[in-house]
């Protein structure tokens, strides 16, 4: 089943499978959208594990120059974490948080300042644009990066160390920072269903 959601600024489509266990929130990245195929094959993913998933446009179409402000980002993400937690068929669902690029600044600071998060899960993100949020994450984090992205890898090592919550930082061989080599997706797939099997349930 899927319906579609909308706050101030964007719209997006919830999917819940039968007998769904959690859901996932996804954060674009800078330049994507909803409609990304990345995002909306590891959500494809995410469902066949059982888990609802909600692929946003955390900005409008005009809203294209503030892909960068991650106050935005984080209060339209909260706008839409909350929304998930009134709809009926996710109520009461555990919530997890997905983010790519720099949705994945956004997804920490919103689990820093919403502590019913209960896992996050960053696919080549920009932790580092998420400041000093990062000492008051306390939400299991798992940061993904391309093994041949190295400048997002230092920045996600970097970021790791900062987190006060327990993370993981994982290096998909092979991959760029898009993650478009074969089964590199695949991969980052099944990562980021394991860690919300594991935090979720």
Do not use: C
Not at 97 to 106: H, I, K
Not at 168 to 195: C, D, N, Q, R, Y
């Amino acid at each position: 089943m899927t319906v579609p959601l909308t706050v101030a600024g964007g719209a997006g489509d919830l999917t819940v499978p039968a007998d769904a266990t959690g859901v996932v929130v996804f954060a674009h990245g800078s330049g994507s959208s909803r409609k990304s195929p990345r995002n909306v094959a590891v959500a494809r993913t995410l469902q066949d594990y059982r888990f609802a998933t909600v692929l946003f446009d955390l900005l409008s179409p005009d809203e294209d120059d503030r892909r960068f402000d991650i106050d935005l980002l984080t209060e339209r993400l909260l706008q839409v974490v909350d929304l998930v937690r009134g709809a009926d068929s996710t109520a009461g669902l555990p919530v997890g948080l997905f983010g790519a690029s720099t949705g994945a600044a956004a997804a920490l600071r919103a689990a820093a300042a919403d502590s019913g998060v209960r896992a996050v899960v960053s696919r080549g993100g920009r932790p580092d644009l998420a400041g000093e949020a990062l000492s008051r994450v306390r939400t299991p984090t798992l940061l993904i990066v391309g093994g041949r992205d190295p400048d997002v890898q230092r920045m996600n090592a970097e970021a790791a160390k900062q987190l006060a919550g327990p993370n993981e930082v994982k290096i998909v061989p092979g991959a760029t920072h898009l993650f478009e080599e074969p089964g590199a997706l695949e991969s980052v797939a099944e990562m980021a269903a394991t860690w919300f099997s594991t935090h979720l349930s």
